[in-house]
């Protein structure tokens, strides 16, 4: 158990629609990553906040957003879904220049 | 543009061997690398890392190598055991840009016993 935990699980929606995932990040921890691994790509670097600021971004589209709250929880949200992104989200936390520890995932199915 | 690269999709050894992971990156502003472990249906799992200072790291029976002139390193895993068996992904960032990882296609890792 990584300490950091992701709701939902599983997540199975239909095209056009929106969903928020969660993420609590490990105790302490003031950086949380988010992740995409598609089937047909590896694990993509989405965005990076640190302590509610956005710290960086990656190969997140226009229709995805993220957040992180004061007491350091994060919701990416995704909007007008399509079926191409259905994939595993993974959330990822730790320290500024150390190692990320991942939880468990979101499996988002777009129908 | 694939920054780090995996070229083995999968590797078989025997229990008790050693297994050997290789990880190859062409992005000369990594300065921290990182080797996870990954079940399915699981989240990545961190196993060892190395900063690019240091050429070797050692964590029981996982050592990770560092060929910085190669822009090359690899995961040895001695002795290999079947609960080894896990699909392993190398990871690299440069700390100046934020520590973001930038992760390998991953080797799935099977142990016979």
């Known amino acids: 158990d990584s300490g950091v935990t992701q709701t939902p699980k599983h997540l199975i929606t239909a095209t056009g629609q929106r969903v928020t995932l969660r993420c609590s990040p490990r105790?302490?921890?003031?950086?949380v990553y988010w992740y995409q691994q598609s089937l047909d790509q590896g694990l993509q670097f989405l965005i990076h906040?640190?302590?509610?600021?956005?710290?960086a971004k990656g190969n997140i589209l226009e229709r995805f957003s993220a957040q992180q709250f004061p007491d350091l929880h994060s919701e990416l949200n995704l909007s007008s879904l399509e079926l191409g992104d259905s994939a595993l989200y993974f959330c990822?936390?730790?320290?500024?220049?150390?190692?990320?520890?991942f939880g468990p995932g979101t499996r988002l199915t777009v129908l | 543009d694939q920054q780090v690269k995996q070229n083995s999709p999968s590797l078989s050894v025997q229990e008790g061997r050693i297994s050997i992971l290789n990880c190859d990156y062409t992005?000369?502003?990594?300065?921290?690398f990182l080797w996870y472990k990954k079940y399915p249906a699981e989240g990545p799992t961190f196993l060892i890392s190395?900063?690019?200072?240091?050429d070797k790291n050692e964590d029981g029976r996982f050592t990770v190598f560092l060929n910085k002139s190669a822009k090359h390193l690899s995961l040895h895993i001695v002795p290999s055991q079947p609960g080894d068996s896990a699909v392993y992904f190398c990871?690299?960032?440069?700390?100046?840009?934020?520590?973001?990882?930038?992760f390998g296609e991953g080797t799935q890792l099977t142990v016979n016993p």
């Open positions: 992005n000369s502003m990594f300065d921290y």
């Open positions: 990871a690299a960032s440069a700390r100046t840009s934020g520590s973001r990882l930038t």
């Open positions: 906040y640190y302590n509610g600021e956005e710290r």
């Open positions: 990822a936390s730790g320290r500024q220049e150390d190692e990320q520890f």
């Open positions: 105790s302490g921890d003031l950086s």
């Open positions: 190395i900063s690019s200072i240091k």
